[in-house]
Every structure is written in C-alpha cells, then in structure tokens.
C-alpha cells in the first residue's frame, strides 16, 4: 500500500506562484510512475503533469511553459512548481502514484488562484 500526502496549496494573486509537494511512502518509490490531476468544482479530474521514473516529463496543454514537475527519490518526493497562475488554474490538486497497474491517489490539496 503507498500513501501519499500533498501539500502547499493556498491562495494566490493571479500571476503568482506556487510549488505543491507530495510525499510518497512507498519502497522503491524511484520505479513508479509519478503524476499530477486537478479537479475544479463542477469538472472532472483532469490529467496535469506526468513525470516517469526515468524523469521524462510530460505536460497537458493548459500548463505547458507554467508548471514544472520534479521528483526526488533520495525523499520519495514529487513536486509541482506552478507559475504565472490563473484563476482557471483553481482546483484541488491530486498526487497520483502508478506501477504497472497499481495506482494510487493522495487526498488532494486546494489551490484557488484570485485576487
């Protein structure tokens, strides 16, 4: 079982800045496939950022060139640096886990980008 919890989300000005970080306690944590979602009220979950075990990076259109994801397996971590935030951006954040065809899902955490 591999339980992850996000943090770092809050409230921000339009144009700001945030990074989200989720820790994993998962062994072997360098051999899962590490992903971001983001779901808005009214909307369904939606795929953000993709990053393999290998550090290939993938993005959804929407935040290409904004958002950064890294990980770092000496901490079993995944970040999320978000910049140049939108208010379209507001959403609770997901930290998604994948190993072959094991997923898991943190609780989420709320990021609402307003002024």
């Known amino acids: 079982q591999v339980q992850l919890v996000e943090s770092g989300g809050g409230l921000v000005q339009p144009g700001g800045s945030l990074r989200l970080s989720c820790a994993a306690s998962?062994?072997?944590?360098?051999?899962?496939?590490m992903r971001w979602y983001r779901q808005a009220p009214g909307t369904q979950r939606e795929w953000v950022a993709t990053?393999?075990?290998?550090?290939?990076?993938n993005y959804a259109d929407s935040v290409k060139g904004r958002f950064t994801i890294s990980r770092d397996n000496d901490k079993n971590m995944v970040y999320l640096q978000m910049n140049s935030l939108k208010p379209e951006d507001t959403a609770v954040y997901y930290c998604?886990?994948?190993?072959?065809?094991?997923?898991?899902w943190g609780q989420g955490t709320q990021v609402t980008v307003s002024s």
């Open positions: 998604n886990a994948l190993l072959i065809s094991r997923i898991y």
């Open positions: 990053i393999s075990s290998s550090e290939t990076t």
């Open positions: 998962a062994s072997s944590f360098s051999r899962y496939v």
